[in-house]
């Protein structure tokens, strides 16, 4: 029970440099401004946002693979943040990442079994090439993928399966944490299921934990236990998957959510569709207030602009937005909507 993850003011701020001889920093990306959340074991957590709002940089800091500027992230009731490398190090075998593009991670030049066996050497794992052909087999086995593949080179497998061998190279080394960064995105829709399926069987098989990120609200909308939605850097809504689908709170979620399309086509769609103005904000200059309030259909004056809403909890959500009781009640209504 408890939480496997835990991550607290998580801040991830790039330096701007610019200088001819001498670099000055002139700004920071703030690509990470203060993130508070907790993954349950065993439990999926849903990351969503536009491209560019820090999801995978949030992603890739938990892991510590990007390091933070400041905050907690909590790993199994340690803290990795002040970990010294060589503990970091056997931390690493239990958090493991699958990327987008199974292609450009992995190597051409090496065989399905010198992929998978490269982690269980760097990490000690099998007493001998047998032993490690062994847990090879099985790893294969378990995402789908027949023995041959041992001797076969990335470029003779479908999209899918190389995300399967993608999977299998972080399954090989036992992990308990698989941060999953648009796992289905570069894939054919009709494989994307077959994906999905197994990252949620997988998970019940071997009682995995899954950060699982990604720009469309269709993919996690199955597996995750709870999603949380990111603007500019920041949580501005989380909640249980079903919850957030049924009665979006936050108005960017209710705009994300505006755009997922009905998933049966018989039914009539009326929704009302929210289309927000403007394009995404500099992560480096962001609005001030509320970060969203530049495109927000509900903004008021000033408070918005004004001061940065926290996220608060409502019910079994967390939501930052001053208004979001008047509008979930429909008492404050939109005032940039179409129809
Ligand atoms: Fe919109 Fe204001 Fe709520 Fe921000 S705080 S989401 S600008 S209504
Ligand atoms: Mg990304």
């Known amino acids: 029970g408890g939480n496997l993850v835990e991550v607290r003011d998580l801040k991830v701020h790039f330096p701007i440099s610019r200088g001819v001889i001498f670099d000055r920093v002139v700004g920071h ?6 993130v508070d959340l907790s993954i349950p074991r065993g439990k999926t957590y849903g990351l969503v946002g536009e491209s560019g709002c ?3 940089t949030l992603g890739r800091a938990l892991l510590q693979l990007t390091p933070p500027t400041s905050g907690q992230v909590t790993f199994d009731g340690v803290e990795l943040t002040t970990l010294p490398p060589n503990k970091m190090r056997s931390m690493r075998r239990r958090m493991q990442m699958i990327f987008q593009d199974p292609m ?3 190597d051409p030049r090496q065989n399905v079994e010198s992929i998978l066996v490269e982690g269980l050497q760097a990490h000690g794992i099998g007493a ?3 032993a490690r052909r062994e847990i090879i087999t099985k790893t294969l086995d378990a995402v789908g993928l027949p023995k041959w593949a041992l001797s076969r080179y990335p470029h003779e497998f479908s999209g899918g399966q190389r995300q399967r061998i993608g999977i299998a190279r972080a399954l090989v080394l036992g992990p308990d ?8 995105s570069a894939l054919d829709v009709s494989i994307q299921a077959q994906v999905v399926n197994l990252l949620d069987e997988l998970q019940a098989e071997l009682g995995l934990t899954y950060l699982v990120i990604a720009h469309d609200l269709a993919v996690v909308r199955h597996i995750s236990d709870t999603i949380g939605v990111m603007y500019l850097g920041a949580l501005v809504e989380e909640a249980p998957g079903d919850r957030l689908y049924r009665a979006p709170l936050h108005p960017y979620t209710r705009a994300l959510m505006s755009a997922v399309p009905v998933p049966d086509p018989e039914v009539e769609d009326r ?18 207030g509320c970060r969203f309030h530049t495109r927000c259909p509900w903004a008021q004056p000033t408070r918005c602009a004004d001061e940065r809403p926290v996220l608060r909890q409502i019910g079994d959500s967390r939501v930052a937005c001053h208004f979001a ?15």
């Not at 009781?325 to 129809?339: M, Q, Y």
């Open 54 to 56: 820090g999801k995978s």
């Open 177 to 184: 944490l698989i941060v999953a960064d648009e796992p289905v």
């Open 325 to 339: 009781e008047p509008i979930a009640s429909g008492e404050l209504r939109p005032h940039k909507v179409t129809a």
């Open 271 to 288: 929704r009302e569709r929210i289309l927000l103005a403007g394009d995404l904000p500099s992560p480096a200059n962001p609005p001030t």
């Open 29 to 34: 990306v703030k690509a990470v401004d203060g």
């Open 128 to 130: 001998d090439r047998n």
């Open 104 to 106: 450009s991670s992995l």
